[in-house]
C-alpha cells in the first residue's frame, strides 16, 4: 500500500491512503449530550463525522469507530454507552450500525472478522477501560491489533495523550486525518501562520487561567485583545479597580501583570470592560443595574458587560479583518446577562472579515442567537483549539508525524 507525500501540516490525509478491503479504525468524537431516557440532545459532533465515515463507506473500508463518553472512571457504566450514538449515526448514515459489547477483547476481534466492505462498527466506551486516559502501552497495542489503517477525526479529543489519540498510533504502519481534523487545522492555522489584519480576538468566560497562555501567544500575532465575562475581573483587579464580589483569581495577578505589560511593550490594545451589569447574584430574578465606570461597589459581582464597553468592543470588531472568539461576555445562559454576549455574536455575525469561534459556551450562544452559519468556522474543540492556537499542534497530531 503507498500514499502520496503528506499535506497539511505535515499531515497525512485519508484520501491519501488505500483503504478498500481495509480494517479502517477511526477515532471520533462522539461525545454527545444526553437526556435522562437516554437520547442524543445535540447530534453536531455525529454530523460532523459524517464526511470521514461516508468516505471510507465508499472506498469499501471495513470501519471500525471509536469513541469516548462522559466519565465513566474506567468502570462500565450502561448510562454511558454509546448506544445512543450508534442509532443517531445509523439514522443520519441510513444505514445498519452495529454497536460492539467492548472496545477490545475477542468478542471484539471476532465482530470485526466478520465485517465486510462498507460496513460500519462502533466500540463501545474506550473509557469504560482506564487505560484509556492512561496511555497504557498494552492497552494501546490491542486497540492496535484490529486496524490496518488508523485515522483520527476527533479534533476535540487530540489535545489529550490518550491510547486511542496517540498511544495506539504507533502500531498502525499507515494513518492520516479525516475530513474534520483537515477543516480544523486549516481553519485554526490561518489564525496562526497569515491572519489578516486587523486581528482582533474576543476571550471570555469564567477564569483567566484557562486562557492566560493563549492571551500570551495572541500578543505575536493579533492587534487587539478584546476581554469580557469574569475572567475580566482578575485583569481589572490587577490594575487596581473594584471588582466587587466577583470572581477572581488572587494568584493569577502577578502573571496578569506581566501579561499586560508585555501587551503594551509590542503594542497590542488590550480592551476591557469599562462598565458592567452587576446584581445581588447569579440567579433569573436578580436585581441588576449598570455601572458608570469600572469599580464595582463590595456587595454586588458582576454578571454583563455594560453598554459603554458593548459600544467600545462593537467598534473594535467593526475594524477587523481577523476574527477568533472564544467565551461569553457574561452570564449569558441566564437572561438578560445575555446581552452583551448577544450583541457581540450579532456583530460579529455582520462583519464580511474571516471569523472563527471555539468553545462550548460560545457555540451554544451562536446557535441560541440563530448566528452559527454566519461564522466562517465553528471549531467542535474548546479545549484542543485552545492548546491548538496556544502551541500550534496537538499530541493527537503530533502522533501521526512519527
Request: net charge neutral.
Amino acid at each position: 500500500m503507498s500514499f502520496s507525500a503528506p499535506t497539511t501540516n505535515g499531515l497525512t490525509t485519508i484520501e491519501q491512503l488505500a483503504l478498500t478491503g481495509m480494517r479502517v479504525f477511526i477515532r471520533v468524537d462522539f461525545n454527545v449530550p444526553l437526556n435522562k431516557s437516554g437520547a442524543v440532545t445535540d447530534d453536531t459532533r455525529i454530523r460532523e463525522a459524517l464526511p470521514t465515515i461516508q468516505y471510507a463507506r465508499q472506498q469499501g473500508a471495513k470501519i471500525l469507530l471509536a469513541s469516548h463518553l462522559g466519565r465513566p472512571k474506567g468502570k462500565s457504566d450502561p448510562a454511558l454507552s454509546l448506544k445512543p450514538a450508534a442509532e443517531r449515526l445509523a439514522t443520519l448514515l441510513a444505514n445498519p450500525v452495529t454497536l460492539a459489547p467492548d472496545c477490545v477483547g475477542p468478542l471484539v476481534q471476532e465482530r470485526v472478522a466478520r465485517l465486510a466492505n462498507g460496513e460500519v462498527l462502533l466500540l463501545e466506551n474506550l473509557r469504560f477501560h482506564a487505560e484509556e486516559e492512561k496511555n497504557d502501552p498494552v492497552f494501546s497495542h490491542t486497540l492496535a491489533s484490529v486496524a490496518d489503517v488508523y485515522i483520527n477525526d476527533a479534533f476535540g479529543s487530540s489535545h489529550r495523550a490518550h491510547a486511542s489519540v496517540v498511544g495506539m498510533v504507533q502500531h498502525v504502519a499507515h494513518k492520516g486525518i479525516g475530513f474534520l481534523m483537515q477543516k480544523e487545522v486549516t481553519a485554526l492555522s490561518r489564525l496562526l501562520e497569515h491572519p489578516a489584519h486587523p486581528f482582533v480576538a474576543i476571550l471570555g468566560g469564567a477564569k483567566v487561567s484557562d486562557k492566560i497562555a493563549l492571551i500570551s501567544s495572541l500578543l505575536a500575532r493579533a492587534d487587539t485583545i478584546i476581554i469580557g465575562g469574569a475572567m475580566a475581573y482578575t485583569l481589572l483587579q490587577a490594575q487596581g479597580v473594584r471588582i466587587g464580589k466577583s470572581l477572581v483569581e488572587p494568584d493569577k495577578i502577578a502573571e496578569v501583570k506581566v501579561t499586560l505589560s508585555e501587551a503594551a511593550k509590542r503594542g497590542v490594545k488590550i480592551l476591557l470592560p469599562q462598565d458592567h451589569i452587576i446584581a445581588t447574584a447569579i440567579q433569573a430574578g436578580a436585581s441588576s443595574t449598570a455601572t458608570t465606570g469600572p469599580d464595582i461597589p463590595d456587595d454586588r459581582l458582576g454578571v454583563d458587560i455594560g453598554p459603554r464597553s458593548i459600544a467600545t468592543f462593537r467598534d473594535a470588531v467593526h475594524s477587523a479583518r481577523t476574527i477568533l472568539w472564544n467565551g461569553p461576555m457574561g452570564v449569558f445562559e441566564i437572561p438578560p446577562f445575555d446581552q452583551g454576549t448577544r450583541t457581540l455574536a450579532e456583530t460579529v455575525a455582520t462583519t464580511n472579515c474571516y471569523s472563527v469561534a471555539g468553545g462550548g459556551d460560545t457555540v451554544a450562544a451562536l446557535t441560541q442567537a440563530g448566528l452559527a452559519n454566519k461564522i466562517s468556522h465553528i471549531s467542535t474543540g474548546g479545549g484542543a483549539s485552545l492548546e491548538f492556537l496556544e502551541a500550534g499542534d496537538l499530541p493527537g497530531l503530533a502522533a501521526l508525524r512519527h
